[in-house]
């Protein structure tokens, strides 16, 4: 890929949608079971745990997104760790929207899906949020791109059979932002994930 074409983390602008690919929170879940904190069916920890063990990399979207994104990060600490990246590197803010986490969803025609899996989706809404937001170990890509390129991420994610989810906007005021599904802010913090803890 020529220097030129490569996504970095210092592009974001102000205005940006905000996108996760794929699910995120399936490792982290994995993990709290091996850890004995958790416990789901042997179906459902056979699939998260195969996430967490071969997790797939989405060079196709990344491709796909090279002349459409201004900012991306793979999001291996954490999601909102990961974004802290672009928005530190880029000196912007985000406001992340919850909603996403309220169901899970498949490939739909809109090229959008929710960012968590329907075993993640069964947990209490504060495991939702720790796993999703927090996990470490997803492998899938954040980024950001104006909002006029709505339809190109659209036709980029069908083109790269990714799925992806808008969860947030890009903000001149910097600092990391979650609201909850009723748009009020959430106070807790999401510390990005150890993996030496």
Same mark, same amino acid.
């Given at each position: 890929?020529?220097?030129?074409?490569?996504?970095?983390?210092?592009?974001?602008?102000?205005?940006?949608?905000?996108?996760?690919?794929?699910?995120?929170?399936?490792?982290?879940?994995?993990?709290?079971?091996?850890?004995?904190?958790?416990?789901?069916?042997?179906?459902?920890?056979?699939?998260?745990?195969?996430?967490?063990?071969?997790?797939?990399?989405?060079?196709?979207?990344?491709?796909?997104?090279?002349?459409?994104?201004? !900012?991306?990060?793979?999001?291996? /600490?954490?999601? =909102?760790?990961?974004?802290?990246?672009?928005? *530190? &590197?880029?000196? %912007?803010? @985000?406001?992340?929207?919850?909603?996403?986490?309220?169901?899970?969803?498949?490939?739909?025609?809109?090229?959008?899906?929710?960012?968590?899996?329907?075993?993640?989706?069964?947990?209490?809404?504060?495991?939702?949020?720790?796993? !999703?937001?927090?996990?470490?170990? /997803?492998?899938? =890509?954040?980024?950001?791109?104006?909002?006029? *390129? &709505?339809?190109? %991420?659209? @036709?980029?994610?069908?083109?790269?059979?990714?799925?992806?989810?808008?969860?947030?906007?890009?903000?001149?005021?910097?600092?990391?932002?979650?609201?909850?599904?009723?748009?009020?802010?959430?106070?807790?913090?999401?510390?990005?994930?150890?993996?030496?803890?």
């Amino acid at each position: 890929m020529p220097p030129g074409d490569a996504l970095l983390r210092q592009n974001a602008q102000v205005g940006d949608d905000i996108y996760v690919s794929g699910t995120v929170g399936d490792a982290r879940l994995a993990l709290e079971v091996f850890r004995g904190t958790q416990s789901i069916d042997a179906k459902a920890f056979e699939s998260v745990r195969a996430r967490m063990e071969m997790p797939m990399p989405r060079v196709a979207l990344g491709l796909a997104l090279r002349a459409i994104a201004n !900012a991306a990060i793979d999001v291996s /600490d954490g999601l =909102l760790g990961d974004l802290g990246h672009i928005l *530190q &590197r880029s000196q %912007v803010g @985000a406001q992340i929207d919850t909603t996403w986490l309220q169901q899970s969803n498949t490939f739909g025609e809109d090229a959008q899906a929710a960012g968590i899996s329907p075993t993640l989706a069964q947990l209490p809404w504060n495991k939702r949020l720790e796993f !999703a937001l927090a996990g470490g170990d /997803d492998y899938e =890509l954040c980024f950001t791109a104006p909002v006029h *390129q &709505r339809e190109m %991420v659209h @036709a980029a994610a069908w083109e790269s059979n990714t799925p992806v989810t808008r969860i947030g906007r890009i903000t001149e005021a910097q600092g990391l932002v979650v609201m909850d599904p009723e748009g009020q802010p959430i106070t807790r913090r999401f510390a990005s994930f150890d993996h030496f803890a």
